[in-house]
Nanobody
Framework: QVQLVESGGGLVQPGGSLRLSCAASRSIFNINAMGWYRQAPGKQREMVASITSGGVASYADSVKGRFTISRDVAKNTVYLQMNSLKPDDTALYYC??????????WGQGTQVTVSA
């Protein structure tokens, strides 16, 4: 099992930036993929960005060119750099550790609010 703790959320104005962090309780080296998901009120949870154990990143179309996912294996941490934030980015952001379809773990989430 792995515990995930997100941090870095907060209130930011449109056009601003935030960097989210996800600290894992154990090595992320062998985790098939680490990802960030978000859920806005009244909406389903959606994938925002993910990165494989080989370092291949993928993004939702809505965040391409604005968000960057990265990882520091030595620190067991995954990051999400979010630039040019929009009000539509407001959501609870969750970190995910994916081993396989029957074994994955979630953090508790960190709130991101984009508002003037």
């Amino acid at each position: 099992q792995v515990q995930l703790v997100e941090s870095g959320g907060g209130l930011v104005q449109p056009g601003g930036s935030l960097r989210l962090s996800c600290a894992a309780s154990r090595s992320i080296f062998n985790i098939n993929a680490m990802g960030w998901y978000r859920q806005a009120p009244g909406k389903q949870r959606e994938m925002v960005a993910s990165i494989t154990s080989g370092g291949v990143a993928s993004y939702a179309d809505s965040v391409k060119g604005r968000f960057t996912i990265s990882r520091d294996v030595a620190k067991n941490t995954v990051y999400l750099q979010m630039n040019s934030l929009k009000p539509d980015d407001t959501a609870l952001y969750y970190c995910n550790a994916y081993y396989n379809v029957i074994r994955q773990f979630w953090g508790q989430g960190t709130q991101v609010t984009v508002s003037a």
